[in-house]
């Protein structure tokens, strides 16, 4: 089982910048691919971006370019580096791992096994 708590969202203006953090529990988060999801009020919730186990990366294109996903091993920590953000940024960011060693695509939320509780993130125009 993997706990995961996210942190680092807020208010920021249009072409402002925000980390996201996600620390993990447990000896194995290594071993996890990592994702972030985006909810916006009355959407269903869309990918973002995520980083595999091995240490490969994927975004939405929409993110292209202005997002990194990263992430920092030896303190169990993903990160998400939202940079020229835009108001239709605006949503509940989750930060999401796979189970161990997944081998699947990393683009769904079924591809993932535990979520964190989400931050809210708003970009003021």
């Known amino acids: 089982q993997v706990q995961l708590v996210e942190s680092g969202g807020g208010l920021v203006q249009a072409g402002g910048s925000l980390r996201l953090s996600c620390v993990g529990s447990?000896?194995?988060?290594?071993?996890?691919?990592m994702g972030w999801f985006i909810q916006a009020p009355g959407k269903e919730r869309e990918f973002v971006a995520a980083i595999s186990w091995r240490g490969g990366t994927y975004y939405t294109d929409s993110v292209k370019g202005r997002f990194t996903i990263s992430r920092d091993n030896a303190k169990n920590t993903a990160y998400l580096q939202m940079n020229s953000l835009k108001p239709e940024d605006t949503a509940v960011y989750y930060c999401?791992?796979?189970?161990?060693?997944?081998?699947?695509?990393?683009?769904?939320?079924?591809?993932?096994?535990?979520w964190g509780q989400g931050t809210q993130v708003t970009v003021s125009s």
């Open positions: 447990g000896r194995t988060f290594s071993g996890h691919g």
């Open positions: 999401a791992a796979t189970k161990r060693y997944y081998s699947g695509p990393l683009s769904t939320e079924y591809d993932y096994a535990y």
